[in-house]
């Protein structure tokens, strides 16, 4: 069974360019979340799918994070514009229900905006 | 507010047998995961805990006190391959809270 796939795995932008990342959860898993670790720091509620509606958005930085789940399949998450502090891994995780529920992790997305 | 707290950084010697401590405060509680993440990887699944005691699984061990906000993760038996950060995550009310994470050194 194929496990939560990110893409890229690696990213190099400037400061002002536009990113985005996608995320492919495993198959029949309904909740879909993102985390950002940046470096030195704890791994971070970013926010949570289930299926195509958010059901917490509350860790999202700011308005410059966008968050898509068009269909309840794959999400996207697209940063625009890029700032300096974005740079981090983002993470992206699924699991089949919520509480109580194993969450698997991608293999994350290592963003440098420079 | 919600905090979870894990040392930065542990050594301990192969063979050996190292305790990884947690403690948290959070909004709500339903269950305490522990993850393993090596570099530059994605964190995996070690153990999952919701009520008072001990899980074992193989060399590692997880314990749980709800009433003192507490985990630990045990590791028995070391080997070189268990250098990796330790990830203490707690399911709040709704989200999956991760600490900071533990990294570990095991050394010959």
């Known amino acids: 069974e194929a496990g939560v796939t990110q893409f890229p795995s690696h990213s190099v932008i400037e400061k002002g360019q536009t990113v985005t990342l996608r995320c492919d959860p495993i198959?029949?898993?309904?909740?879909l979340y993102w985390y950002r670790r940046v470096m030195g720091k704890e791994i971070k509620f970013l926010l949570h799918?289930?299926?195509?509606?958010?059901?917490?958005e509350s860790g999202m930085p700011n308005n410059r994070f966008l968050a898509e789940r068009t269909g309840g399949t794959y999400s996207t998450l697209k940063v625009q514009p890029a700032e300096l502090e974005d740079s981090g891994v983002y993470f992206c995780?699924?699991?089949?229900?919520?509480?109580?529920?194993?969450?698997?992790f991608g293999e994350g997305s290592w963003l440098t905006v420079v | 507010g919600q905090n979870i707290d894990q040392p930065t950084e542990m050594t301990a010697t192969e063979g050996a047998i190292v305790q990884i401590n947690c403690t948290y405060q959070?909004?709500?509680?339903?269950?305490l995961f522990w993850y393993q993440q090596h570099a530059g990887e994605a964190p995996t699944f070690l153990s999952y805990n919701v009520l008072d005691g001990l899980e074992e699984k193989g060399r590692f061990s997880s314990f749980l006190s709800r009433s003192k906000g507490y985990s630990y993760l045990l590791l028995k038996e070391l080997q070189m391959k268990d250098s990796a950060s330790y990830l203490c995550?707690?399911?709040?009310?709704?989200?999956?809270?991760f600490g900071t994470g533990t990294r570990l050194k095991v050394l010959a």
């Open positions: 995780a699924s699991s089949q229900g919520t509480l109580g529920n194993t969450i698997y």
């Open positions: 198959s029949g898993h309904d909740n």
């Open positions: 995550a707690v399911i709040g009310t709704y989200k999956y809270i």
């Open positions: 799918f289930v299926k195509e509606s958010k059901q917490d």
């Open positions: 959070t909004s709500g509680f339903n269950g």
